[in-house]
Nanobody
Framework: QVQLVESGGGLVQPGGSLRLSCVAS????????MGWYRQAPGNQRELVAT???????NYADSVKGRFTISRDNAKNMVYLQMNSLKPEDTAVYYC??????????????WGQGTQVTVSS
């Protein structure tokens, strides 16, 4: 019922910047938590940053001060601004949202992922 489409990944040199975008569509009442996770080859998927509709934001220690999560509720979008990128940031980045549906139900949804490669 809820679909996510991510964009903005790519190849960037160390120290560079990228901005990821994720738009939600479908039938839902509201989007509660929205966030970004990443998974590097051979590693488990890990949290990068999340933000709730109430404004609570949480970052992984490894990205604090470099990454910024933001959302546009009117457009059902969440963004991840990534600055001062490092080779260790290389991963597939996934958008995740928790959507409130009718009849008190909620749905957790993952995007398809977008590749971010940091390399010279």
């Amino acid at each position: 019922q809820v679909q996510l489409v991510e964009s903005g990944g790519g190849l960037v040199q160390p120290g560079g910047s990228l901005r990821l975008s994720c738009v939600a569509s479908g039938r839902f009442i509201s989007l509660d938590a929205m966030g970004w996770y990443r998974q590097a080859p051979g590693n488990q998927r890990e949290l990068v940053a999340t933000g709730t509709s109430g404004g609570n934001i949480n970052y992984a220690d490894s990205v604090k001060g470099r990454f910024t999560i933001s959302r546009d509720n009117a457009k059902n979008m969440v963004y991840l601004q990534m600055n001062s990128l490092k080779p260790e940031d290389t991963a597939v980045y996934y958008c995740h949202v928790s959507a409130a549906l009718r009849y008190g139900r909620t749905q957790g949804v993952w995007g398809q992922g977008t590749q971010v490669t940091v390399s010279s």
